[in-house]
């Protein structure tokens, strides 16, 4: 609810707020999914640009979380964000 409620406000014009809730919602996760909950939200908000906010060790320790966090953390390394997605269309 707290994430859902961070993309809207994202959505709204406090994108900065939003965004360092995210980031610390993902890195304050017990467990994979919920961390990977707030990347995607980030990735939602088309901020890649979000994860220079962390030092290496706490970008590492997203990673760590399990499977989804890593693929979002690479993803969001990489520049991707839902604007930037490839299609799967031919």
Do not use: C, Y
Not at 1 to 26: K, Y
């Amino acid at each position: 609810m707290r994430i859902q409620a961070a993309i809207s406000v994202g959505r709204t014009g406090q994108r900065e707020q939003a965004l360092d809730f995210l980031l610390q919602e993902s890195l304050s996760a017990e467990g994979d999914a919920h961390s990977a909950w707030a990347l995607d939200a980030i990735k939602l908000l088309d901020a890649p640009e979000a994860l220079a906010a962390l030092s290496k060790a706490q970008v590492e320790a997203l990673a760590k979380k399990g499977f989804n966090s890593q693929r979002l953390v690479n993803l969001l390394k990489a520049g991707g964000s839902v604007k930037r997605m490839p299609s799967n269309r031919q």
